[in-house]
């Protein structure tokens, strides 16, 4: 699951994941660097697998960095003004529209 925090940076949420057990999270944990993020966006590198059980049970998300968003991104404002068409189960868009939503 996708978590994005106040300071628009985005986190794979892997919270889930962990509750399936000890060789679940040894698996994620040798191949990423895990953050606990918190409700209220704090987030702190773990550095010790068994730190991450006593994480959850705080009320956070155990979370692999992804990114920052970009500065001009707009989610709600992003498809206003274009002609979609639902197609198989997939919307589609013309890419003209979608830049000329851009430069507004």
């Not at 956070?60 to 920052?68: D, K, L, N, T, Y």
Request: charged share 30%; glycine share 8%.
């Amino acid at each position: 699951m996708i978590h994005i925090t106040d300071d628009h940076f985005v986190w794979l949420d892997v919270t889930d994941r962990m509750k399936y057990g000890m060789k679940m999270i040894e698996e994620i944990w040798l191949g990423h660097e895990l953050y606990e993020v918190t409700e209220e966006g704090r987030d702190s590198l773990i550095e010790d697998v068994d730190l991450i059980k006593p994480a959850i049970a705080r009320g956070s998300r155990i979370c692999i960095e992804v990114g920052h968003l970009p500065k001009h991104y707009h989610p709600k404002q992003t498809w206003d003004g274009t002609d979609k068409k639902l197609i198989d189960g997939y919307w589609y868009v013309k890419m003209s529209d979608l830049n000329l939503v851009g430069s507004k």
